[in-house]
């Protein structure tokens, strides 16, 4: 199986499992697990399908995609009350997930354009857009507002493989450099708190108080 299909398919089965999780905090009935397996799962790629022109997406052209995500569902749905804690499973998979599928949308979107800043966007997207989602149907807290890193950790990953690729390096080894450098990211994010600058946080001024 060519490196960039397994982590394609990888992506899609760590990400479903993440909304199956979600469905489960949410204690939602066994349909539920799998609708937001399959949310998860494939929405990402789906975005990343359809900015590229690429019809039909990927999981219409293989329905073996939406089984993946059917059976992660089942398991979750059968196994995910046993997990002490569902919450930090849910966010490492996630991490995991983001890290496969921010090389694998890059590595499409540059075999789809050549264009490195495509490959860019499209790793970050494919990347990002299922864990936003899912937490947008769960009503959690989105993930991009969120405090630690998040995009950026799928950018570094989507940067790498595709700075690499460009230069002529193997397409495992890029995948590898891409894949670690992105989870190294959203890792020490999630362990040590790691943030971006943010803006200015102080109320603007009133008209009366220019100079």
């Known amino acids: 199986m060519p490196i960039l299909e397994f982590l394609d398919y990888a992506g899609v ?67 995910a009350r046993r997990l002490e804690s569902r919450y930090r499973l849910l966010v490492w998979l996630d991490a995991v997930g983001l890290s496969a599928y921010c090389v694998m949308g890059a590595g499409k979107g540059l075999a789809a354009t050549g264009s490195p800043i495509v490959a860019l966007v499209t790793g970050m997207l494919t990347a990002t857009f299922g864990g936003i989602l899912r937490d947008l149907l769960a009503g959690e807290p989105s993930v991009l507002m969120r405090p630690e890193i998040y995009v950026t950790a799928a950018m570094a990953g989507a940067t790498v493989f595709t700075a690499l690729s460009y230069f002529g390096a193997p397409l495992l080894a890029a995948s590898a450099c891409g894949v670690l450098c992105a989870f190294c990211v959203r890792g020490g994010a999630l362990k040590y708190g790691w943030t971006l600058p943010t803006g200015d946080p102080r109320p603007p001024r009133k008209p009366d108080d220019v100079l």
């Open 13 to 79: 089965a760590v990400f479903a499992a993440t909304g199956a999780l979600a469905a489960s905090r949410k204690h939602l009935d066994i349909i539920g697990y799998v609708f937001f397996a399959a949310v998860t799962g494939i929405g990402g790629g789906t975005l990343r399908d359809l900015v590229l022109g690429a019809t039909p997406v990927f999981w219409i052209r293989n329905p073996l995609y939406i089984v993946v995500c059917g059976c992660v569902g089942l398991i979750v749905f059968f196994f």
